[in-house]
């Protein structure tokens, strides 16, 4: 776990505390009346209205300051409106009126950990423990807390304890996964994540941690597929944002059938590293774009001849056809150690290398060794790539060479420690390691050898073909597989492991080494320079600049994907220049004015200067078009800040403003009046409303606003790759049996699905069908989708999860099946446009109803209740008897994606 933010033990999530009056707390009889009060506010409370579960736990204590329950409780609604001081105030309180309750020393806490004060956290679980020793979530989080301070040994202790008293606690398994990766149990490590994740399989951050462990041990196949989880794993994003390209992600396939732009992700070396698979993509001819860090640009121009190498995301998706991340790369390139060729591939400029090969021979020392002491970017990772001065002194000091400093961003207090450790050590105050890679590659093909922590400069120097050492501490990163002293990157790197909490032996060992060292090294040498970019593959468009804002290209599950490309396809064939406003962005959007001030200046001044990045996004923009697929119901943050979003476009800034690929559900005005006005002023101005079903027709209408009967626009993504997906079988009516059932989610079925659901799918695998259930999204996984996911494999066991890697990947799984199962809106629009009959359950809004409407599915909807097991065997049978009934017929297929172009018609 990462040391800047430090977190209970719900697996990134926060605590729910508990709203339940506490069972064994002293008892202080309320009068009727006051116990009538407390019961009102525990019900708002329990209801998330946590104002007037303030007032009413502030009543009952004005009047009987000693009834504790009240005070804990009131400290736990300070805690969810994030009042961290006032919260830990009134469960202290609590506590003093009854200290004998370990709910309140658990509650403590879980405050005193959210505001990182984890001494006293740690103080609080261990009063739970003493007084409830069986208490497994607070030995979970006393865990975390040991974790945080340091205290390893401490919290696989805790840990232990929480697994022995509840076997399924995947924060447990997660946490004991990640201290054994630490301390180098690779497989122990592995063990416990697979472990973890038989119990939540769609739990992104552990199939991370799974593909660590996987890749040290040097299972790479199964490694780097598990590597895909990445981008949907939190913590990996908040370093890494997600690339939104508009264009589909590409498959293996493509890169020999289609133009794809290999683009950056994650740190230099990282990237450095992924690019020793650009070679095999040059041999075997594939057609792409190489987009990097505007560092490297230079050196990949004149190391990867005959590729267009771009450091600009700016209109790169209109020239290329799909896209990819340079880390999926080696899923392609590197499944197996003989796939590595760990040979140099990178080049340095001949000038450089000779002005530095100059200055290093004025240098007395034997060996000119460049030298790094620290790498990651922060927590633990840092820490423990962190090598002290005072190992450096002993290595500096007993050898015959001069020691060349290499480390990036070298601070002042580490200047001073350099002129401390000998007159053989030499930092040059013209190289900039960070931000100069030209020069620091130059620098580093004249030296002897290269020792350094684990950072970018190895791998810089790795790939230049330099004779490298790094120093991997006790648990290293995924790429230093276990059992090697040579990297399978680069076989000029040779890995030294830190045997255990000390570097001591390992530069004991290395000052004996160098003594065996030899001058010089056969570092490649090219004479070429940076070549100029190859012409472009095709024009970039010099359209009208269109800002298409909720774009869901890298969002929820692939199904929204496809429906965001499709309008970013069909925006580009029309000539415009498209930049998406990612949903990530827009989901949660802070500073919104309430909805009494939309209308005033001084609102969208304060807005405007909490987000001036979007705001002068949609200055520069010609035309804006919101994606609405289904954010607009009722009072949602996502809600409210797109109606915002559309009303300051079109009114402080003056743009054309389009919704489109759209359902929407405002409020009655019975229910919110204020709320209702708002949707109706903001559609009442839009230039052009297209609407995805019937249902959200009649609910503008409503509004006394117009749109257009449109639909969703992921038909038209369908049609554009259908080329790429096997046939599908026609469902001609002659009964047939479903032997593969894949099932995909819905948002509610966790709700309001009873037992008879899981009995129905237990039932199907005892009769010896296949069930799958399919998952898989860029980035951003559904929430529900994971509690689902969790929730399905624990209840029947022999389901099986497939978790699709693109949208190719996705649409196949649904046109191999026999069936589908979903509750979803684009799962059940992938299933009647690929033919594969469907299973519909209602959802929370009647966007789905709606949907069913349009594509005359109606023998296929059932309800979302608790006689799930009945209606949905009764439904298969009916499927299987007659599958003509449960897809559409070609007719109706050509009208959807008819409608489908209608969302462009705004350009007419």
Not at 86 to 102: F, T, Y
Not at 179 to 204: C, K, M, V, W
Not at 452 to 474: E, K, Q
Request: some cysteine; charged content about 20%.
């Amino acid at each position: 776990m990462s040391k800047k933010k430090k977190r209970p033990a719900k697996a990134g999530k926060s605590p729910v505390a508990s709203t339940k009056p506490v069972k064994n707390a002293k008892p202080v009889i309320l009068p009727p009346q006051l116990q009538h009060h407390f019961n009102q506010a525990l019900a708002h409370h329990k209801a998330g209205q946590l104002q007037e579960a303030a007032n009413g736990y502030a009543q009952v204590l004005h009047h009987e300051p000693k009834h504790a329950d009240s005070m804990h409780l009131l400290g736990l609604v300070f805690q969810a409106a994030g009042n961290l001081e006032q919260a830990r105030e009134h469960i202290a309180g609590a506590i003093k009126l009854n200290p004998g309750v370990d709910a309140y020393h658990f509650n403590y806490g879980v405050v005193q950990q959210t505001a990182e004060q984890l001494v006293d956290a740690i103080t609080a679980y261990r009063n739970v423990l003493r007084i409830n020793p069986r208490h497994s979530q607070s030995w979970e989080n006393l865990g975390v807390a040991l974790q945080d301070t340091g205290d390893s040994p401490g919290a696989i202790k805790a840990f232990e304890r929480a697994l022995a008293l509840s076997p399924h606690s995947v924060i447990a398994l997660k946490n004991l996964g990640t201290l054994h990766f630490r301390y180098g149990n690779t497989r122990q490590s592995l063990d416990y994540f697979n472990r973890a994740l038989e119990i939540d399989p769609a739990n992104a951050d552990l199939r991370l941690k799974q593909s660590g462990s996987l890749l040290r041990l040097g299972q790479l196949e199964e490694g780097w597929n598990a590597y895909n989880a990445r981008f949907n794993a939190e913590d990996y994003r908040r370093f890494n944002p997600v690339f939104s390209m508009g264009v589909r992600h590409a498959e293996k396939s493509d890169l020999s059938n289609c133009v794809v732009a290999v683009h950056s992700e994650q740190g230099l070396g990282d990237e450095i590293m992924f690019a020793s698979c650009i070679p095999d993509l040059i041999e075997m001819n594939a057609r792409f774009i190489l987009h990097c860090d505007p560092r490297l640009k230079s050196l990949y121009q004149r190391s990867f001849e005959g590729v267009e190498v771009v450091d600009s995301r700016e209109g790169l998706a209109a020239r290329v056809d799909c896209h990819l991340p340079i880390g999926e790369l080696p899923r392609f390139y590197r499944d197996d150690d003989a796939a590595f060729p760990g040979t140099a591939y990178l080049f340095a400029e001949a000038e450089r290398r000779a002005s530095w090969r100059e200055r290093l021979n004025q240098q007395s020392g034997r060996l000119k060794i460049g030298f790094s002491w620290r790498g990651g970017v922060e927590g633990r990772s840092a820490e423990a790539r962190h090598i002290d001065f005072t190992h450096w002194r002993t290595l500096v000091s007993g050898c015959d060479a001069t020691f060349v400093n290499l480390q990036y961003n070298t601070s002042d207090v580490e200047r001073q420690q350099l002129n401390e450790l000998g007159t053989n050590v030499v930092h040059y105050e013209d190289l900039d390691a960070f931000h100069d890679i030209e020069n620091l590659a130059a620098l580093v093909s004249e030296l002897d050898l290269i020792i350094s922590a684990d950072n970018a400069t190895v791998h810089l120097a790795g790939a230049l073909g330099v004779p490298t050492w790094v120093l991997l501490p006790m648990g290293p990163e995924r790429r230093w597989t276990d059992g090697r002293d040579r990297s399978l990157w680069y076989s000029s790197v040779r890995m030294l492991r830190q045997p255990g909490d000390s570097w001591s032996t390992v530069f004991a060992q290395m000052t004996t080494d160098l003594q065996r060292v030899q001058v010089g090294h056969p570092s490649p040498s090219v004479d070429r320079e940076a070549v100029p970019d190859t012409p472009a593959k095709r024009e970039e468009s010099a359209g009208r600049r269109l800002l298409l804002i909720n774009d869901t290209s890298d969002w929820y599950h692939w199904g929204c994907s496809g429906t965001s490309l499709a309008l970013h396809h069909g925006f580009r064939e029309r000539g415009y220049q498209v930049e998406g406003l990612p949903i990530s962005q827009t989901a949660n959007l802070i500073g919104l004015p309430p909805l009494a001030e939309v209308d005033q200046e001084q609102a969208f001044l304060r807005f405007r200067d909490t987000h001036p990045d979007i705001c002068a996004r949609i200055a520069a923009a010609d035309v804006i078009v919101i994606n609405g697929e289904g954010s607009l119901h009722g009072a949602s943050a996502t809600s409210l800040g797109l109606l915002y979003l559309a009303k300051i476009a079109k009114g402080r800034f003056g743009k054309p403003v389009h919704v489109v690929n759209h359902s929407v559900y405002p409020p009655a005005p019975e229910h919110s009046a204020a709320l209702s006005s708002l949707y109706a002023s903001v559609y009442g101005e839009l230039d052009t409303i297209a609407i995805r079903e019937p249902q959200s027709l009649a609910a503008l209408q409503v509004l006394g606003c117009s749109g257009e009967q449109s639909f969703d626009c992921l038909p038209l993504f369908i049609d554009s790759v259908r080329h790429e997906l096997a046939p599908a079988g026609d469902a001609d009516g002659a009964a047939k049996a479903c032997r593969r059932i894949v099932i995909a989610g819905s948002v509610v079925w966790q709700q309001s699905l009873g037992e008879g659901f899981f009995t129905e799918v237990t039932n199907w695998i005892q009769q010896g069908r296949t069930v799958e259930l399919l998952l898989g999204a860029s980035a951003y996984q559904a929430g529900d989708d994971v509690l689902f996911a969790r929730m399905l494999v624990n209840r029947c066991p022999g389901v099986r999860v497939k978790i699709a890697q693109s949208e190719l990947e996705w649409l196949a799984a649904i046109n191999d099946a026999d069936a589908l199962v979903s509750g979803r809106f684009h799962h059940t629009i992938a299933a009647a446009c690929l033919k594969t009959p469907v299973i519909v359950f209602a959802s929370n809004t009647p966007k789905v109803l709606g949907l069913v409407e349009a594509l005359s599915l109606h023998n296929a909807l059932v309800p979302s209740d608790a006689d799930a097991r009945t209606t949905l065997s009764a439904a298969l049978l009916k499927l299987e008897a007659d599958p003509s009934l449960f897809v559409i017929d070609d007719d109706t297929h050509w009208r959807v994606l008819s409608l489908a172009q209608k969302n462009f018609d705004i350009f007419r």
